[in-house]
C-alpha cells in the first residue's frame, strides 16, 4: 500500500505542480506569467497578474508537497482548491476531457481528497517528522475547507456569477 500511495502522490503532486509552472514561465510549454495572466483574463477572472501568480504558487506549492508527502491534509486542501476553480471554468464545456470539459480537474480534486485521508504513507516526510497518521478531523476539514475555497474564489473573482457557467475561454484556469 505504502507504494502505491507514493506513486499516486508522485504523479499526481507533479501533475499539479507543472499546471502551476505553466502559469507563471515558459517552462512545460507555458507562455510566462503574462500568458497565465492573459488565460484568466479570457477565463473571465479578475485580479490580473496577482490571480495568476496566487494560483501558480498554488499549485506549485501544494503539488511539492504532496510529493514530499509534507503536511498532506493541507497540500491536498490547496490542491483540491485550486483544481476546484479549474473544474468551474471547465464546466460548460460538460464532463469529458475531448470536449475540454472538467474530467481532469475533478479527477484531481478528488484524488487529493483521498489523499488527505489515506495519509501519505511511510516514504514521506510526514511519517519522518512524527506527523503521520493525521486525526481524522484534520484530514475532513481539508477534504471539505479545499473545495469550498476553491468556490469562493469563484464567485469573488470572477467576473460573471457562478450559476451563469463558466468563462468564454477555451483554455483552463486550472
Known amino acids: ?76 486542501m490547496a490542491a483540491a482548491g485550486v483544481m476546484t476553480v479549474a473544474t468551474t471554468v471547465k464546466w ?8 475540454d470539459g472538467y474530467e481532469y480537474p475533478l479527477f484531481l480534486v478528488v484524488v487529493a481528497g483521498a489523499l488527505a485521508f489515506t495519509g501519505p504513507g511511510s516514504a514521506s516526510a510526514d511519517q519522518v517528522l512524527g506527523l503521520d497518521p493525521w486525526p481524522t478531523w484534520v484530514s475532513a476539514t481539508a477534504f471539505v475547507v479545499g473545495p469550498v475555497s476553491g468556490l469562493l474564489v469563484r464567485v469573488l473573482l470572477h467576473r460573471n456569477s457562478f450559476a451563469e457557467g463558466a468563462s468564454g475561454g477555451a483554455r483552463s484556469a486550472a
Open 1 to 76: 500500500m505504502d507504494t502505491g500511495l507514493f506513486i499516486l502522490r508522485l504523479v499526481t503532486g507533479l501533475l499539479i505542480a507543472g499546471h502551476g509552472v505553466q502559469k507563471v514561465s515558459f517552462r512545460l510549454g507555458g507562455a510566462g506569467l503574462a500568458g497565465g495572466t492573459e488565460e484568466f483574463r479570457r477565463d473571465g477572472f479578475r485580479g490580473g497578474r496577482l490571480t495568476a501568480l496566487a494560483a501558480g504558487i498554488g499549485q506549485i506549492g501544494s503539488g511539492l508537497f504532496l510529493v514530499a508527502g509534507l503536511l498532506t491534509p493541507l497540500a491536498a
Open 92 to 99: 460548460r464545456h460538460g464532463l469529458w476531457v475531448q470536449n
